[in-house]
């Protein structure tokens, strides 16, 4: 999908937001953090272009970041927080899944809402897990193309998952788990991200999480947030052309991925206008879309 | 003050509300869209300069999007909206002034409050009205300098009231009504923005309220928001100097004559991080105070 100039503001607010982390790790002083603002705004005009996706438009900014501070993991407290937090409500989470009419459903539909959680996240005794169960009570996918995803599963043979956020990727093992409780022969790759970008989960969270007990960890090759196919290895480029069907979660895999590949399903929350309007929900609905090439 | 590298982005997001603004008026095709907000953040990153006050740097940003659209008053139904609006309260609000314990302050801590109000403000069944004088009964000004305001009333024989916004000058009026009620013979002059500039008052605004039965509206020379000295009319600074006290009203005002002259009362709510540590109060606190010179 194309940029529109509302991903240009949110990639300069996102810029913010990193140099504000990486001062809290080295305080930096006034006058350099607003040089370094400058600076990695000046890069990022350059790269600019119409037409891109806005995942490509965001690059030169962590390119810019990273020569300014150095490769840091700044979100590791915060992944490892939000791991921790889904892995506490993981077994009530699977029961309710269990308990629910359509298990396959409500376990695709609790990944969704997961992708609206972001770094900063809190449990207050309960009340988050219970928060998660309503939803998925009341609320409906805007584009539902599960029909068609189920059908597919039962001859389905390998499945690539494309993760996304740390944290959502618990309640995407659960996803993983209710496959395989049904379909215990289905392969299930799951690919992060190839270096700490952001929330993204890497090969750390999968271990955290102990994913490798139900499907098998890979990098991508993505060393940005999303996944733009011709950046990834050779690994996932060859077990994305032999699975039979693709998940791809979250908004960074879809704008890099939509309209690329038909064995594509993209889970996700609507989280912007410029994604919303792509694909014609509101922003916080949530997604299950199989992907259209024209 | 000087502009902290969260101006910077500030200065960005409120492009985006401009061209938002503009795009309304004469539809902008999408791919226009992104190369004026390229254009305009690639000017302003010319302009900036550490050292500079935080409205200095807003200035090329303003001038590319004339140069872009034309000069239009973008803000003009909402400036009218949000007179119109506190007109109906204005004779209530003047009897809460009256009938409180010391109505000069409570006056001027309406006009602090005021200054919260951004345009889009909508008055449902006096809920507003309400608002404002339980946040008058209720809150106290963060820092106090009324006393020696007060004194210096006393004598005062002309007073330079800058105003900041539409809407919000009809509480600055019901303050200067309130001072002729003590002081009749005190000359106020009424200065507001030369061009119309976001939601900033001009002397279309001061004509909506009839400012002029209680003041005398001037120009100020500015045609972007807040005041600089250096770039202000000829008539204003001559006022300027031969005021006794000068009420200087809201951020941009404060951001270009704080640390100026030690006859400036700042009346202000603390909208933004950066302005509250330069006072060194907390985000949304109202500020009352008197200009040191170091």
């Given at each position: 999908m194309k940029a529109e100039y509302e991903c240009i503001g949110c990639i300069i607010k996102h810029t913010q937001s990193l140099i504000e982390k990486a001062d809290k790790t080295n305080k930096i002083s006034s006058e350099k953090k607003f040089e370094d603002y400058k600076k990695v705004i000046s890069d990022l005009i350059k790269n600019l272009e119409y037409g891109k996706r806005p995942i490509e438009l965001s690059v030169s900014q962590y390119d810019s970041i990273y020569e300014l501070y150095?490769?840091?993991?700044?979100?590791i407290n915060e992944k490892t927080n939000a791991n921790q937090i889904f892995l506490e409500m993981y077994d009530d989470l699977f029961y309710f899944i269990m308990n629910s009419e359509n298990p396959l459903k409500t376990a695709a539909k609790l990944s969704a809402i997961s992708n609206i959680i972001d770094y900063g996240v809190k449990n207050s005794f309960g009340e988050l897990e219970f928060e998660i169960e309503t939803m998925a009570k009341k609320r409906k996918f805007a584009i539902d193309d599960f029909k068609s995803f189920n059908e597919k599963l039962k001859t389905a043979k390998k499945i690539l998952f494309i993760h996304d956020n740390a944290g959502e990727i618990v309640l995407d093992k659960l996803f993983i788990k209710t496959i395989k409780k049904f379909y215990p022969d289905i392969i299930i790759y799951s690919a992060v991200r190839s270096a700490p970008i952001i929330n993204d989960a890497t090969l750390k969270d999968t271990d955290e999480i102990n994913l490798k007990e139900l499907s098998i960890p890979i990098e991508?090759?993505?060393?940005?947030?999303?996944?733009i196919f011709e950046k990834t290895n050779e690994t996932f480029k060859n077990i994305f052309e032999k699975s039979d069907i693709i998940i791809s979660k979250g908004q960074g895999n879809f704008e890099g991925l939509?309209?690329?590949?038909?064995?594509i399903y993209f889970i996700l929350t609507a989280k912007c206008s410029v994604v919303s309007q792509e694909l014609n929900v509101k922003v916080g609905e949530f997604v299950f879309k199989r992907d259209v090439v024209i």
């Open positions: 150095g490769k840091q993991d700044f979100f991508s090759g993505s060393v940005y947030p999303g996944t939509n309209k690329t590949c038909e064995k």
